[in-house]
T-cell receptor, first 110, second 113 residues
């Protein structure tokens, strides 16, 4: 059964303090790994898709990387506006649905 | 930037009643989805829709649920005979192509009392 586990559940950083969020997955044939940002009471906002091990993508202070078992979302010099819950999801080769992890709640203090 | 629009933003209904949640996907998108998120839990898949038919559905999506694309712009989720445990945030999403990142709407918070 496909599974996605994110760690830590919550992360508190000072502004400018870089860190990484982890997403470990078990899937029968990975078609894609997706990172989303979710603000309270809102829908997930698409950040990145990674399709194969070794792939990396960047957007502003965020960089996502992928191996055969996990993905990392690196946050460089975060700002308070980066505070949100970051969700990881995978899609397997059996269909189109996304399987989400429980998320990492990031809080960045000024 | 194009958006997925969901209405209403909040719906309160009595147990046993039927509700229809409405979504307007992005106009050039071809793949449509419904997900839900019970408070404090993971986002979970309900159903995907392509070419005017259901392409995949989860175990949650039983006979109580149905989806429809009544015209060229709307995509609806109907929940019949609502139960307390149907209370959740329901998200509509769409994507331009298969295996692209979805665009999610802001959700409808359904409260069953």
């Amino acid at each position: 059964e496909d599974q996605v586990t994110q760690s830590p559940e919550a992360l508190r950083l000072q502004e400018g303090e870089s860190s990484s969020l982890n997403c470990s997955y078990t899937v029968s044939g990975l078609r894609g790994l997706f990172w989303y940002r979710q603000d309270p009471g809102k829908g997930p906002e698409f950040l990145f898709t990674l399709y194969s091990a070794g792939e990396e993508k960047e957007k502003e202070r965020l960089k996502a990387t992928l191996t055969k078992k996990e993905s990392f979302l690196h946050i460089t010099a975060p700002k308070p506006e980066d505070s949100a819950t970051y969700l990881c999801a995978v899609r397997d080769n059996q269909g189109g649905k996304l399987i989400f992890g429980q998320g990492t709640e990031l809080s960045v203090k000024p | 930037e194009p958006e997925v629009t969901q209405t209403p933003s909040h719906q309160v209904t009595q147990m046993g009643q039927e509700v229809i949640l409405r979504c307007v996907p992005i106009s050039n998108h071809l793949y449509f989805y419904w997900y839900r998120q019970i408070l404090g839990q993971k986002v979970e898949f309900l159903v995907s829709f392509y070419n005017n038919e259901i392409s995949e559905k989860s175990e949650i999506f039983d006979d109580q649920f149905s989806v429809e694309r009544p015209d060229g712009s709307n995509f609806t989720l109907k929940i019949r005979s609502t139960k307390l445990e149907d209370s959740a945030m329901y998200f509509c999403a769409s994507s331009e192509r298969d295996n692209y990142g979805y665009t999610f709407g802001s959700g409808t918070r359904l409260t069953v009392v």
